[in-house]
């Protein structure tokens, strides 16, 4: 592995399944978010764009760090080398929009489910 580790973050956001690159993933200490920052974005000297990843670009080009809500986050992979991100959108489900679960909520006074 690299000195420094690069993070693969997959989180769902808005119907859409965004794939980014990060140097620092945390717990945070916000109760149900984890924290990344130190986004990585490919200077590619390249012809063809990304247009997704441009998009990224342009959502994140002001952002230092970011909360994700726990329910949301897919996956975090450690990585060799930072790969090209992406925003992908949901496949099925026509119009319907998932509705978020939450492991804690105010029906169970707060205690885990079960």
């Given at each position: 592995?690299?000195?420094?580790?690069i993070?693969?973050v997959v989180?769902?956001?808005?119907?859409?399944?965004y794939?980014?690159?990060?140097?620092?993933?945390?717990?945070?200490?916000?109760y149900?978010?984890l924290?990344?920052?130190?986004?990585?974005?490919g200077?590619?000297?390249?012809?063809?764009?990304?247009?997704?990843?441009?998009?990224?670009?342009?959502?994140?080009?002001?952002?230092?760090?970011?909360?994700?809500?726990?329910?949301?986050?897919?996956?975090?992979?450690?990585?060799?080398?930072?790969?090209v991100?992406?925003?992908t959108?949901v496949?099925?489900?026509?119009?319907?929009?998932p509705?978020?679960?939450?492991?804690?909520?105010?029906?169970?006074?707060?205690?885990?489910?079960g």
């Amino acid at each position: 592995m690299s000195a420094e580790p690069i993070y693969r973050v997959v989180f769902l956001n808005q119907g859409e399944i965004y794939e980014i690159y990060v140097k620092n993933v945390y717990q945070s200490d916000l109760y149900g978010f984890l924290e990344i920052e130190g986004f990585l974005f490919g200077e590619r000297n390249q012809v063809v764009v990304d247009p997704s990843e441009e998009r990224l670009k342009a959502q994140f080009s002001e952002v230092a760090r970011s909360y994700i809500p726990m329910h949301s986050i897919i996956r975090v992979d450690e990585v060799e080398k930072e790969g090209v991100g992406k925003i992908t959108e949901v496949k099925g489900g026509g119009n319907v929009t998932p509705f978020p679960t939450f492991p804690y909520g105010p029906d169970n006074g707060g205690k885990k489910p079960g």
